[in-house]
Nanobody
């Protein structure tokens, strides 16, 4: 089993920045694909970004490309999401996920965190 705990959410004005962290415990996740998803009120959970265990491949949704950066520290079992130039439409609960397959599809992830709220005011 893997437990994921997100932190770093909060309230920020449009154009500002926030950094999210996700710490994994229970089992090393160094061989898992780590992903970030988000869910806005009344909308489906959508893919934001993912990173492979070897850290040589990163993936981003078109809506965040150029503004968000994903990274990981396997020694700390931690994945990060740096969010810059935030927009009101980035407002959502952000979830960390881990999966042996991973990818853009949420069903390919085996473990999920509880989520952290990100609110961007206009």
């Amino acid at each position: 089993q893997v437990q994921l705990v997100e932190s770093g959410g909060g309230l920020v004005q449009a154009g500002g920045s926030l950094g999210l962290s996700c710490v994994a415990s229970g089992r090393t996740v160094s061989r898992y694909v780590m992903g970030w998803f988000r869910q806005a009120p009344g909308k489906d959970r959508e893919f934001v970004s993912a990173i492979t265990w070897s850290v040589d491949s990163t993936y981003y949704a078109d809506s965040v490309k150029g503004r968000f950066t994903i990274s990981r520290d396997n020694a700390k079992n931690t994945v990060y999401l740096q969010m810059n130039s935030l927009k009101p439409e980035d407002t959502a609960v952000y979830y960390c996920a881990a999966g042996l397959v991973g990818g853009l599809d949420r069903v390919k992830y085996d473990y999920w965190g509880q989520g952290t709220q990100v609110t961007v005011s206009s």
